[in-house]
């Protein structure tokens, strides 16, 4: 069982809509990451927050909006989402502490957009 | 070229044979590498780091040339439960000012172990 904790499992919104999706590790990692995965392709980087600071940002349109909150939570709004949207959204965490790091995933949250 | 480049496959191997993938990579400053796994409509799962040295874990045996600037992967009596994609990831070194590197995953391998 993954220690990356992912909710909702799944969402379905429509255009106008805005939720949020969440994850929570508690493995004392300090580097968080959003990614996201269409099908047949691999996960793409979207953020990493490094000791719950902003690090990386991949260039990700503003209706995506992270957050942390703390060290172990990392949340991504969304707001005014396009159907080219819909695809799984992966949260991972790493230990942090070193450049190089072993990325441990959670279950993902499946985003249909309408 | 691409920063990191696999096979997409798929591969379709009998059970009980040996398979391997290659994945090459472009920026010779990469320093880390892994082969991950992933099922249909699951995240990815760490199936090991690679190391300069070569490493095995079991069936599995992982393989860095850093002259030629690619790893391999060999599993060895493939089972049925080893269908998945695998996954090549690597470091990219950026600049940044945090220290975070940045992972890029490959396109990813399909293998399915034939009964």
């Known amino acids: 069982d993954t220690e990356v904790t992912q909710t909702p499992k799944h969402l379905v919104m429509g255009m106008t809509n805005k939720k949020s999706l969440k994850c929570e590790q508690h493995?004392?990692?300090?580097?968080m990451y959003w990614y996201k995965q269409k099908a047949k392709k691999p996960p793409e980087l979207m953020f990493v927050?490094?000791?719950?600071?902003?690090?990386i940002n991949e260039s990700v349109p503003s209706r995506f909006s992270p957050e942390c909150p703390n060290s172990s939570l990392l949340n991504l709004h969304l707001h005014a989402l396009q159907p080219e949207d819909s695809a799984l959204y992966l949260c991972?965490?790493?230990?942090?502490?070193?450049?190089?790091?072993?990325?441990?995933f959670g279950s993902g949250t499946q985003l249909s957009v309408l | 070229r691409k920063e990191v480049e696999q096979d997409p496959g798929p591969f379709n191997v009998p059970e009980g044979a040996t398979v391997a993938f290659n994945c090459t990579y472009s920026?010779?400053?990469?320093?880390?590498f892994f082969w991950y796994r992933q099922d249909c409509r699951k995240e990815p799962k760490l199936l090991m780091s690679?190391?300069?040295s070569g490493n095995e874990d079991g069936r599995f045996t992982a393989q860095l040339n850093r002259a030629s600037q690619y790893i391999s992967l060999l599993i060895r009596d493939s089972k049925l439960s080893d269908s998945a994609t695998y996954l090549c990831?690597?470091?990219?070194?950026?600049?940044?000012?945090?220290?975070?590197?940045?992972?890029?995953f490959g396109t990813g391998t399909r293998l399915t172990i034939i009964p």
């Open positions: 690679v190391y300069s």
């Open positions: 927050y490094s000791y719950e600071k902003l690090s």
């Open positions: 991972a965490s790493s230990q942090g502490d070193r450049d190089y790091e072993k990325l441990f």
């Open positions: 990831v690597v470091n990219i070194p950026t600049i940044s000012n945090f220290g975070n590197e940045k992972l890029t």
């Open positions: 493995m004392g990692h300090r580097a």
């Open positions: 920026n010779s400053a990469s320093q880390s």
